[in-house]
């Protein structure tokens, strides 16, 4: 069975975003070999000027390392991860700081920066508070995410996104969340 990794930022026990990954989860899991990684529970810190002076030595913390390495041989990658401040929590970026490392998630070929990830898609799941559609320039979530695998090599990255929830009635809000689902599974199907 292939590999797949979803990433789990979600932050409340009644995450909108949650509803939607296990949405895709029910569907992913027959075709794959799921690993959840809880990016809360780990709390990996972002870098120091200390840490990255032993990183720049070729120390880097040991779960760290194994969590980059597994993420580097993943076939397919899912971030769930709520809209926060444009994009999406800080502690999801220090988690994508700590796994960005050379010779594991990507390299260089003396020109510039090239990844080295097996994965070729990655799913990531989202829901904002604002009237902001995937693509909108203050969607600084999934433009992120495109640029990050631009750096790792992940491939193409499908956004799955509800957005206005928090401009909506509330039946509204679990009407598009219900629907969001659904896209999600299609997606999962083919994903
Ligand atoms: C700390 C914080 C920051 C947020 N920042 C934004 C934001 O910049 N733009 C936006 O559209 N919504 C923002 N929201 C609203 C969330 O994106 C929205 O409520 C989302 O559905 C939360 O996802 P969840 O239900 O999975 O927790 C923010 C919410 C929180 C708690």
């Known amino acids: 069975m292939e590999k797949l990794i979803i990433i789990d930022s979600c932050m409340r026990e009644e995450s909108r975003t949650r509803v939607i990954l296990e949405a895709a989860k029910e569907v992913l899991s027959a075709r794959y070999d799921i690993e959840t990684i809880d990016v809360n529970a780990i709390g990996l810190p972002p870098l120091t000027p200390e840490t990255l002076k032993e990183r720049t030595l070729g120390k880097v913390p ?46 260089d070929d003396g020109t510039t920066c090239t990844g080295i990830c097996r994965c070729s898609k990655v799913l990531y799941i989202t829901t904002r508070g604002m009237n902001i ?34 401009y909506m ?23």
């Open 133 to 166: 559609p995937t693509g909108d320039f203050r969607d600084q979530g999934s433009s992120y995410l495109q640029a990050l695998s631009s750096l790792w090599g992940l491939g193409e990255v499908i956004t799955v996104a509800a957005w206005n929830l928090d």
């Open 62 to 107: 040991e779960e760290a390392l194994s969590i980059a390495g597994r993420l580097a041989s993943a076939d397919r990658i899912v971030i769930a991860a709520p809209f926060w401040d444009m994009s999406f929590p800080a502690i999801l970026k220090a988690f994508f700081e700590n796994m960005s490392l050379y010779n594991v998630t990507f390299t």
């Open 169 to 191: 009635p509330l039946e509204k809000v679990a009407e598009k969340v219900r629907e969001t689902a659904e896209l999600a599974r299609k997606i999962s199907e083919e994903f």
